[in-house]
């Protein structure tokens, strides 16, 4: 595959939200969504092994193969869309990625609280 895949939570409403906004920025077509819900148990265990669990934070797979997480991806997803491309180059200022791991931990870990749970039901969902 010659796009970068991002695995996102397909039950959290701001996770979806922000998936379809992106998705509509993604002129170029350089990214695929995959629900996390549908990662087979043999890639989470050896994902998890090295990283976090997948439902805690967003993760990557660059087209170089390499797994950003978190606030890394954030960063590499607007660095890949014309629109946000400014934003992406303030966000890689040495000192951004200081307040943005935080930032973006505090929302993940209250994403839930704040905006509650969906069911996700791959039949409705079209991901790619």
Not at 15 to 41: G, M, S
């Amino acid at each position: 595959m010659n796009k970068h895949i991002v695995f996102f939570d397909a039950e959290c409403p701001l996770c979806r939200t922000v998936k379809a906004v992106l998705k509509r920025l993604d002129w170029n077509n350089t990214i695929f969504w995959h629900p996390v819900q549908e990662v087979r148990e043999s890639i989470k265990e050896r994902v998890n092994n090295n990283y976090k669990n997948m439902y805690d934070e967003i993760y990557m797979y660059t087209i170089d193969k390499r797994v950003l997480t978190g606030f890394n991806t954030v960063r590499k997803i607007l660095s890949l869309l014309p629109a946000t491309i400014p934003l992406a180059l303030l966000l890689y200022l040495p000192f951004v990625k200081n307040i943005g791991d935080p930032v973006y931990r505090f929302i993940s870990t209250h994403r839930y609280k704040w905006f509650g749970r969906v069911p996700y039901n791959r039949m409705n969902d079209n991901q790619s």
